[in-house]
Structures are given as C-alpha cells and as structure tokens.
C-alpha cells in the first residue's frame, strides 16, 4: 500500500495487517497530506497506472478544512483530485460522505 496522507492513516493500516511499501503496491490510499509533493503525486500516478489491479482509494474528498472559523485550507480533496486528474480514474470513498464505512461497520 502507498499512502498519501498522514501517519495515522499509515499506523491504521498496520493495524488492519497492511504494509505500507515494501513490495508490489496494490493499492494507494489518498488521504489529507500536509507535506504533500510532486515526488508522491507521481510515485502514486505511476502505481495506479501501471499495476493492474492497483486500487486507488481516497479517505475523503473535502475540497477545504477549517483550520479556524475564518480560515479554510485545502482539504483532502484537492490531493484526490491531483491523482485523478493524472491517472484519470475515479477513487474508491471509504470516508465521509461514502456510505463505505457505515455498511463495512453493520456487517
């Protein structure tokens, strides 16, 4: 798994029994990434277009985050819509407002 995003959505994954790199990548996980980068949008391109099969999911696609009541700064959507304008694939919500993670949790 590649991730783009925060450390806890890497620590979640290791939870869950998933490495982050470390060998063929199956799927990329987008979520809100403060350092984010050319490096990683490209790394990240390249997995999803040229491993078959390879999942993109994204934890969200909030265009803004309000970091205060006057300010909005980008939100986890703005690094999703990066990936799908270079890959040209539409990512897999499993955050709000999908409906994934309420139907993964009453099974």
Request: hydrophobic share 40%; charged share 15%; proline share 6%.
């Amino acid at each position: 798994v590649y991730v783009i995003g925060g450390e806890g959505i890497v620590q979640e994954l290791q939870l869950a029994g998933f490495t982050a790199l470390g060998g063929p990548v199956g799927a990329v996980v987008v979520g809100l990434d403060p350092d984010i980068n050319y490096y990683k949008l490209q790394y990240a391109t390249l997995c999803i277009r040229e491993n078959p099969g390879c999942l993109f999911i994204a934890t969200n696609r909030d265009s803004v985050g309000h970091m205060t009541d006057l300010q909005e700064w980008p939100g986890a959507g703005c690094m999703v819509a990066a990936v799908c304008g270079s890959t040209e694939q539409e990512p897999i919500v499993v955050g709000k407002p999908s409906t994934f993670m309420m139907d993964f949790l009453l099974q």
